[in-house]
């Protein structure tokens, strides 16, 4: 099971148990009636403001909890990933977009997001129940201008809930009445009969069904302040009970615009023949990411990548590490930026931090300075990069922002506290197994050089090398070479045909610079360049 699975946020919705909606007042139950398909042209599409033309180029969306989402529900996953197909919708012209909805429900945000998505796409949006739109995906249902549903599905069971809790008195109010708002809102927008999504979310109301045809569906509440009330035929749902709706209760109901086994039947429902109909399902690239985009990935690639930039300051000059550095810190914010977490502000941030860090390393040495400063960036970034985009840290900061967007940055700083953990212990660890910090390591030799500018000095380096220098690397003090690699202080130099790692004694040494062996500390040369004459000699 996954974090988030976990730490799931206050608002998910879970599926209720679900309600048949048979009229309680005649005890009486029949099966379903057999459903042959839509007759042709039954759907009428300018009911539900839908213009189609006689051709039209169809997108098919699959809502799946098995192949559409990260954590096996409505996540922020699934709602970006149907963002993208209906902006490709749109960027395509696309006639008409049909969600396959087949699903137990979700986060109550993300269902929110796939709806403002649906509303603003300039392509007609159409909800097929192929099984089940309970909790978030009646939701999603009710948010599009049509339902279609096949003969065996269901839809409803919509109240929210936290699991594993038990909510007070006003936290479920707070609840009840987000869903309502949320209900109300959508059947204006479409046309669905309010009374029944509010039933579907609201375990608080009586769903009655009268013999006034213009208030077929009324709840208990408004029903009892009636002056004059028309008869009760059937009472759809009590209080203390959750509205789930067959496929024939919801075509009974006005929710449902008609039964179809596939979607051939709905396009003969509409009267259309499609010229094009794509299929838009998950891709392999969106697989490969999804299964990469787990934080615990994420924490490995910046650490490789930290690694490698470290393993690249021990043993400079071929340049892999920071080649290595630069792939899995881009791989890095590409699955932030695809999760919909990382985005300008941490990328010009570690931006920023990565070109002082190359200053410093390759330009204007600051004696460490800018390199505490750079990865300090870097190390900031990429733990605000967890944050998702669309939680504000200043509302959070106000004390405005929901209990969800805090569960989420709750997580958010979790994963982002063990990869900066995880990012110090590796460079404490790197350095102390030899790393070098360019800035820090002149500063320490300027200190050794102040120390040596008289010929007592020279005598007492030339001491030290001789203490030091044990076995062969001591016959290398005093030859002359020359520099393979810019040494920044550490790189490689050439003596007498082999090449040796070696440590400049102070300031660069370019590339192709003559240098001689002046010593020999803990097996590695101490090396100077020849222009640069011994004090004192």
């Known amino acids: 099971m996954s974090c988030r699975n976990v730490c799931a946020v206050l608002l998910l919705i879970a599926t209720a148990p679900a309600y048949s909606g048979q009229a309680e007042d005649d005890g009486t139950s029949s099966a379903p009636p057999a459903v042959t398909g839509i007759a042709r042209g039954s759907l009428n599409p300018a009911k539900h403001g839908l213009t189609l033309p006689n051709k039209p180029k169809v997108m098919l969306i699959p809502v799946s909890d098995e192949e559409t989402t990260y954590d096996g529900y409505i996540d922020p996953w699934q709602a970006h990933f149907i963002e993208r197909r209906l902006h490709r919708a749109e960027q395509e012209k696309y006639d008409l977009v049909i969600l396959q909805i087949h699903t137990n429900g979700g986060l109550v945000d993300s269902c929110e997001e ?56 006003d936290m479920r109010q707070k609840l009840d009445s987000n869903m309502r708002a949320l209900a109300i809102s959508y059947c204006e927008q479409n046309g669905y009969p309010c009374p029944i999504a509010i039933a579907m979310v609201d375990s608080e109301v009586k769903l009655l069904e009268t013999s006034d045809p ?60 499609p010229s094009l109909i794509e299929e838009a399902t998950i891709t392999p690239a969106e697989k490969a990411a999804r299964f990469l985009s787990h934080p615990l990935w994420r924490v490995a690639l910046a650490l490789i990548g930290v690694i490698a930039l470290l393993w690249e300051m021990k043993s400079p000059g071929h ?23 990382a985005g300008l502000a941490e990328l010009v941030m570690f931006g920023v931090g990565a070109a002082i860090v190359a200053m410093e390393v390759f330009v204007l040495p600051t004696f460490g300075i800018g390199l505490i400063a ?164």
């Open 319 to 341: 340049g892999v590490g920071y080649i290595t550095f630069a792939f899995c810190l881009g791989l890095f914010f590409w699955l932030q930026i695809f999760s919909a977490n």
């Open 114 to 169: 796939i709806n403002n998505a649906i509303k603003n796409c300039k392509v007609p949006v159409v909800a097929f129940v192929q099984n089940k739109a309970l909790s978030g995906g009646a939701i999603i249902s009710l948010g599009c201008k049509a339902i279609v549903m096949t003969p065996t599905s269901r839809i409803g069971a919509a109240k929210a809930v936290i699991p594993g809790m038990d909510v007070g008195k």
């Open 374 to 537: 750079g990865f300090g960036l870097i190390i900031v970034s990429i733990v605000l990069s967890f944050v998702p985009e669309r939680v504000s840290l200043w509302r959070a900061i106000q004390g405005g922002a929901s209990s969800g967007d805090l569960q989420l940055l709750k997580e958010a700083f979790m994963w982002g506290t063990i990869t900066m953990m995880t990012l110090v212990a590796a460079a404490i660890t790197g350095l102390l197994r030899g790393a070098k910090l360019p800035g820090l390591s002149r500063l320490a030799l300027q200190t050794e050089n102040r120390g040596t500018t008289t010929s007592e000095g020279v005598a007492a380096a030339l001491a030290d090398v001789a203490s030091s220098a044990t076995g062969s690397a001591s016959e290398l003090v005093g030859q002359r070479g020359q520099a393979e690699t810019v040494l920044r202080p550490a790189g490689k130099v050439r003596i007498d045909g082999s090449t040796y790692d070696a440590v400049s004694e102070g300031g660069f040494i370019d590339a192709g610079s003559e240098v001689v062996v002046l010593r020999i500390a803990a097996g590695t040369p101490v090396v100077r360049a020849v222009q640069q004459k011994v004090p004192g000699s």
């Open 214 to 273: 213009k208030n077929r569906f009324m709840l208990g509440e408004s029903y009892d302040v009636m002056a004059v009330k028309p008869a009760v035929t059937k009472i759809w749902k009590d209080k203390d009970q959750i509205l789930t709706l067959t496929a024939t209760q919801a075509v009974d109901a006005g929710l449902a615009s008609g039964i179809a086994a596939d979607e051939s039947e709905i396009y003969s429902g509409l009267n259309i023949a």
